[in-house]
C-alpha cells in the first residue's frame, strides 16, 4: 500500500481506504489505551496495543484502533514482522466521522470480528459519547449494552477492570479566568 497519509485496511477483499484519524479520535483512543494499560500492569495477564496490524487472511487485513489479548496467545500469534495472526480477545475502534467510516466498523468489522471469534467488541462513538459492547454469545457477537458517560465499561475478559465512560472523551479546558 502507498505510504500517503491514509489507512488502507481489508475486509472480506474489499479494499477500506480512510483518512488519518483527528485528534479526538486519536485522544479517545489513547485514552482507553491507558486505562487497559494502567488495569494489565495490576493484572500482569495480558497485553494492550495501540492500532496493530491483524492479519487473519489475505484477504482480511485490519488495524483495529486498541486491541488487548491475553499473554498466552500473545506469542503464537506474532508473525516475525510484530503482527497478529489470530484473534485478540477485546478490540475496539473509535468511531471517525462520516457514513461509509461508521458503516465499516458497525457492519464490516463486526462481521469480520465475529467471523474471527473475537470475544468481546468495542464500538466507541466519542462524538456522541457512547460505547457499545458487543459480546459473543451463541457463536457470534451481539450487542450486550450501549454505555453512556455516566456509566462504567467492565468485562468478563477483564476481572475488576472498570472505567467510565466519559473519562474516554476530549473536554475542553474551560476558559473561565481567563482574560
Known sequence: MPDDGKRYEIIEGELYVSRLPSFEHQYTCGRLFKFLNEW?????????LIAPGVIFADDDDVAPDVVWIRSERLAAALDKAGHLHAAPELVVEVLSPGKANEQRD??????LYSRREVQEYWIVDWMRKL???????????????TLEAGDLIESPLLPEFSCQVGKLFFTPPSSKGKK
Do not use: H, P, W
Request: proline share 0%.
Open 40 to 48: 494489565d500492569e495490576e493484572n500482569a495477564i495480558g497485553v494492550a
Open 106 to 111: 458497525r457492519q464490516a468489522k463486526l462481521k
Open 131 to 145: 460505547v457499545e459492547v458487543y459480546r459473543r454469545d451463541a457463536g457470534a457477537l451481539k450487542l450486550e449494552a
